[in-house]
């Protein structure tokens, strides 16, 4: 039933965690809880200067595409930042962590809602499947 990414678990970038009170989530390897704003969703990077000192973007170094495991459903892939970085996002949105976010299990950032230059972002935890729309289409697999 594997696709061959078991062995390959420690090197995912993005996982789901089972969180208490809040269900699934997407994290990081360190366990951390991902974030996405609704003001990002088609993709465009708002979130930059002071901004990212609370909301740091999931980045990665060097070429490739982004990992995650089976149990992710959706879409992981790149966005250029502003500087240049390679931003990890899912179904299209940029990631991020919250800096206040303590330990792996904290999600105090959802639903949190916040301004930087001038722009209004609204916060959610990143969910496997995402949290906007249903997949529509059967397309030959397992959901879940």
Not at 39 to 64: D, H, K, N
Not at 71 to 96: C, H, K, M, N, W
Request: aromatic share 8%; with cysteine.
């Amino acid at each position: 039933m594997g696709t061959g990414q078991d062995n390959a678990s420690r090197n995912e970038q993005v996982s789901v965690s089972d969180v208490s009170g809040v269900g699934d989530v997407l994290v990081d390897a360190k366990g951390d809880a991902l974030y996405m704003s609704e003001q990002e969703a088609s993709g465009m990077v708002l979130c930059t200067a002071g901004c990212t000192a609370f909301w740091e973007p999931l980045t990665m170094s060097g070429p490739g595409s982004p990992t995650g495991a089976s149990s992710v459903d959706g879409t992981l892939g790149t966005v250029e930042r502003p500087d240049g970085a390679r931003q990890i996002t899912f179904d299209g949105a940029p990631l991020y962590r919250f800096t206040e976010d303590s330990s792996p299990g904290d999600v105090s950032g959802d639903g949190f809602a916040d301004s930087f230059d001038g722009k209004q972002f609204t916060w959610h935890v990143a969910r496997p499947g995402g949290a906007t729309e249903a997949p529509s289409t059967p397309s030959g697999g397992i959901g879940y």
